[in-house]
């Protein structure tokens, strides 16, 4: 079982820069692949980035272009998303995400079995 904490959310204004913390309580987190996902109201869960956990390779959704970096220490069982450039069409709940094992697909939200509460980033303009 893995249990995933998000925090660092909060409220930027545009072009500014938070970073995303999301803490996993489980054994091993070294062999568990992280992902970060976003929802704005009414609006699908859309990928944002993940970070495999063999390799490190790094994965980033489309409308990231290079604001975005992932990364995570496995002494701290963390995984981090700084953002910077956030604009306002950022605002959303930001979920941490995590499966067992190599990731097959990064954007899939059923890669992920394991999902945390969700933190609230709002960008005002």
């Known amino acids: 079982q893995v249990q995933l904490v998000e925090s660092g959310g909060g409220l930027v204004q545009a072009g500014g820069s938070l970073r995303l913390s999301c803490v996993a309580s489980?054994?091993?987190?070294?062999?568990?692949?992280m992902g970060w996902f976003r929802q704005a109201p009414a609006m699908e869960r859309e990928f944002v980035a993940a970070i495999n956990w063999s390799d490190s390779n790094k994965y980033y959704g489309e409308f990231v272009k290079g604001r975005f970096t992932i990364s995570r220490d496995n002494l701290e069982s963390t995984v981090y998303l700084k953002m910077n450039s956030l604009k306002p069409e950022g605002t959303a709940v930001y979920y941490c995400?995590?499966?067992?094992?190599?990731?097959?697909?990064?954007?899939?939200?059923?890669?992920?079995?394991?999902w945390g509460q969700g933190t609230q980033v709002t960008v005002s303009s």
């Open positions: 489980v054994r091993g987190f070294s062999a568990i692949s």
């Open positions: 995400a995590a499966r067992q094992g190599d990731i097959q697909s990064a954007e899939g939200y059923d890669e992920y079995r394991y």
